[in-house]
């Protein structure tokens, strides 16, 4: 009994000892994904309330640096390397359904707002260095 309970406990503890760098490498990506998501909501927010020329230069300097908070995350992206096809189906099955909300309503936002007179220019705007 004795040697089954240290058996059973030895498996246990490779498992989790396996199961742990795959899944840090899977709390290390959606730690990114979670960062990026939240920087996209916070842009459609923004986009949200632009309603004129004067909102938009209001909103100018907030969303330059949204924006380049979502290029410094893209960074951290890269520094992970290539990650498992393990990993990315656990992204999609946990984030998946967030990550096509948010982009979705970051598209919306930024098509309503080309729409408006100067908008075009300034959602380009927003892309060149400040």
């Known amino acids: ?3 089954t309970a240290l ?3 030895l498996l246990a503890l490779l498992a989790a000892v396996g199961c742990g760098a795959g899944d840090a490498e899977y709390q290390a990506a959606a730690a990114v994904v979670e960062e990026r998501l939240a920087a996209q909501d916070e ?3 923004i986009l949200g309330r632009i309603q ?3 909102q938009m ?8 640096k949204r924006y380049q908070h979502l290029e410094a995350l893209a960074l951290r992206a890269q520094e992970l390397g290539n990650i498992s096809q393990g990993t990315k189906n656990r992204l999609q099955e946990s984030l998946g ?9 970051l598209a919306a936002e930024s098509r309503r707002v080309e729409q408006l007179p100067g908008g075009v ?3 380009k705007s927003l892309q060149a260095a400040p």
Request: hydrophobic share 40%; net charge positive.
């Open 57 to 64: 230069e209001e909103a100018r300097a907030d969303l330059r």
């Open 1 to 3: 009994m004795r040697q």
């Open 121 to 123: 220019a300034f959602l």
């Open 52 to 54: 004129g020329p004067a």
């Open 43 to 45: 842009i459609a927010d």
């Open 7 to 9: 058996g059973v406990w």
């Open 97 to 105: 359904t967030r990550i096509s909300r948010s982009t979705e309503r």
